[in-house]
């Protein structure tokens, strides 16, 4: 979806505070996994833990960081995952559902290409 519409569109990923950290709710398939990652306390850390997060994932989507106050994970109820659309007159105009199960990239998609007329 990035690749399709990136030039029409401009992406974000707002890394907000870490899920599952081992100092916090670590689950199981973390330690799996052997994502072990401590919740960040400075804006540093947090930087350093999101772009270990996009190298390992191979991520292309610009990414930025939240504040350590969670200012935009408090504005967007971003915990745990969600996708939202912008549009050009800064209101919402898509609001996807929390995730796991309410990340739903088609219905965004959607979104996008009626926004775009497409």
């Not at 971003?78 to 050009?88: Q, S």
Request: aromatic content about 8%; some cysteine.
């Amino acid at each position: 979806m990035y690749v399709t519409y990136k030039d029409d569109v401009e992406f974000v990923m707002v890394y907000i505070r870490e899920a599952h950290p081992v100092d916090g709710w670590q689950v199981s398939a973390n330690e799996r996994e052997k994502i072990l990652v401590l919740q960040p306390d400075s804006l540093d850390a947090r930087a350093e833990v999101c772009q270990e997060m996009c190298t390992k994932l191979e991520l292309t989507i610009p990414a930025v960081i939240d504040t350590l106050d969670d200012t935009v994970n408090k504005a967007y109820s971003g915990w745990p995952d969600r996708l939202y659309l912008v549009g050009k007159d800064g209101k919402v105009a898509y609001k996807g559902g929390p995730g796991p199960s309410g990340f739903k990239p088609l219905e965004l998609e959607l979104a996008i290409q009626k926004a775009l007329q497409r």
